[in-house]
């Protein structure tokens, strides 16, 4: 199936939204946000994954129990046969993206080197379920409800657990999930963690979206192409 030159450029949003009916954590009584379960204060995991149009690797931290997370995306783009695809402006597609997503208790921020220096802003209530998917990849904490135990085996050094539930498969040690293999009509993804440190201090800065950086608040379901908003220019944040 042929990928239009638009989710090729918002190939970060697409992985996000992946998996994200399989990793909903629960949701806080009040204001409907994610209550975070992560089992350690702050960690880093790094994870290959292949999602078809797109392979390369990801390292996912976090800080606060996962109040704040970030992701840092190095993906490959398949060249076809018939030539590059077109990118902004008509400029034929770049053969890989690098791309970074902060998410908070209120917004998921993400920028990539297709789309310039400025930064993407999404309200984690207006996307899929009002839950904060982790960009480019699996939830950090695997959600309450993973299907059947299927066996055991050893990922990055780690003893896991396997759950299946329908087309997803899950390898799960402390509530981490260090291999994901799953199915939908939007084709097939997985993840696998390469290297796992968790606990370990991480750099509070790397959290923060950098001082002066111009902020483009955008609507999830227009981007996906649900919608018809048109970005609205923001102001960087003070936080």
């Known amino acids: 199936m042929t990928r239009t030159p638009g989710l090729m450029v918002l190939a970060a949003t697409a992985l996000m939204c992946a998996v994200p009916a399989l990793s909903a954590p629960p949701k806080a ?102 839950r904060a998917p982790m960009a480019g990849g699996p939830a950090i904490a695997a959600p309450s409800d993973l299907g059947k135990p299927v066996g055991k085996a050893t990922i990055a050094g780690k003893p896991c657990e ?23 009509e939007r084709g097939a993804v997985s993840f696998e963690a390469t290297k796992v440190e968790a606990p370990t201090s991480v750099d509070a800065a790397r959290f923060k979206v950098p001082a002066g950086a111009k902020i483009v608040d955008v609507d999830p379901h227009a981007m996906m192409g649900g919608g018809g908003g048109r970005p609205r220019m923001g102001t960087p944040p003070t936080n």
């Open 162 to 184: 396997i759950f299946q539930k329908g087309k997803a498969k899950w390898w799960v040690w402390q509530k981490l999930p260090l291999k994901i293999e799953a199915s939908s």
């Open 29 to 130: 009584k009040s204001g409907g946000s994610p209550l975070p379960k992560f089992p350690f204060a702050s960690g880093r995991v790094t994870y290959k994954f292949d999602a078809g149009m797109a392979k390369g690797t990801q390292v996912l931290s976090w800080i606060e129990n996962g109040k704040r997370s970030r992701q840092d995306i190095s993906m490959k783009l398949p060249t076809g046969a018939g030539g590059a695809a077109a990118g902004p402006g008509g400029k034929p597609m770049p053969a890989s993206i690098e791309t970074w997503a902060i998410t908070d208790e209120k917004y998921v921020y993400t920028q990539n080197s297709m789309m310039g220096p400025n930064v993407q802003r999404m309200e984690i209530k207006k996307l899929a379920g009002g």
